[in-house]
């Protein structure tokens, strides 16, 4: 659902799901569920009608790699709005970890044919599917030091595209953003990574994790909140860079499938009923498949 508004309109469509008693924020964050330096996220569009059975092998998928040292973990977020997709959330810590990935799946998929053959049912459903490299960007996001997607149920995701030129005007604007955030005292973080390949540059996500759905039920207050605390001029200088700044944005919700995810221990043990939930069955795939390019199953 791609949108063309004026900045505090438009960045905070997303974050205005914002409650000011968040429950993110009441406790410590579990450190396995802080945001990683490094993000690749794999955008995965489906067959219509074909929903059950892709879930199955999903399911299927994670099931074997809970059993495996897989080198690395993804938690599955599935659209509530625009396209019907997937988006896999795999962390690592570096390039470095990202090329170790790549070299152990394909020694798995040469080893575990079963899997091999999973992957290349699943694939079968795949109409569309686009590979996105994501670094975090310190210098920008609100408290993102206090998030713990260990917590999290659902996911709001924007993305911004810049013309080309204008990222100095994109980190002014999140830059006077947090400070009134700060200034209102929110408990709504988010985190910002900077696309590095996958997407034309310059192009920014920024992920705001929620509890609730019902997070979302503050929006006007808290857009009007903002306003009043970053003055008038403030709020002209914003509009000014939504409208020379801004190619697109897009915001979307997603929610998190803990049977279709596979994250590590460490992580699940910040809420183990979540994360921990016994999985269903799911019938063998029969098909066969070539080890897959992206480290994620």
């Given at each position: 659902?791609k ?16 409650a ?7 406790d ?58 997937a988006?896999?959330?795999d ?24 899997l ?74 988010w ?44 709020a ?41 939930a ?20």
């Amino acid at each position: 659902m791609k949108i063309y508004l004026r900045f505090l309109a438009t960045a905070f469509l997303f974050c205005s799901c914002a409650a000011r008693a968040s429950a993110q924020a009441e406790d410590f964050p579990n450190l396995a569920g802080t945001p990683p330096k490094l993000l690749l996220l794999v955008h995965q569009e489906f067959r219509s009608g074909k929903t059950n059975e892709r879930r199955k092998i999903e399911v299927a998928i994670s099931r074997v790699c809970d059993q495996l040292a897989v080198p690395n973990s993804w938690i599955d977020l599935e659209s509530i709005s625009g396209s019907p997709e997937a988006l896999f959330f795999d962390p690592f810590d570096s390039f470095e970890q990202l090329d170790t990935a790549f070299a152990e799946w394909g020694r798995i998929f040469r080893t575990r044919p079963e899997l091999a053959r999973m992957q290349e049912e699943l694939q079968a459903f795949i109409v569309a599917e686009r590979t996105i490299i994501a670094v975090r960007r310190d210098d920008l996001g609100y408290r993102p030091q206090s998030i713990d997607f260990s917590k999290a149920r659902f996911m709001r995701v924007l993305e911004v595209r810049l013309n080309p030129g204008h990222e100095g005007d994109f980190v002014e604007a999140f830059r006077t953003l947090s400070h009134a955030y700060e200034t209102i005292k929110a408990n709504t973080p988010w985190v910002v990574y900077q696309v590095n390949v996958g997407m034309p540059s310059p192009n920014f996500i920024v992920f705001l994790p929620m509890r609730a759905l019902k997070q979302n039920d503050d929006l006007l207050d808290w857009r009007r909140s903002l306003r009043e605390v970053e003055g008038e001029e403030a709020a002209q200088r914003s509009d000014q860079i939504a409208r020379e700044a801004y190619l697109s944005t897009e915001s979307n919700l997603y929610a998190l499938s803990p049977e279709t995810s596979h994250v590590s221990k460490e992580l699940a043990d910040g809420d183990p009923e979540f994360w921990s939930a016994k999985k269903p069955a799911a019938a063998k795939p029969s098909a066969r498949k070539d080890a897959d390019s992206k480290p994620k199953p």
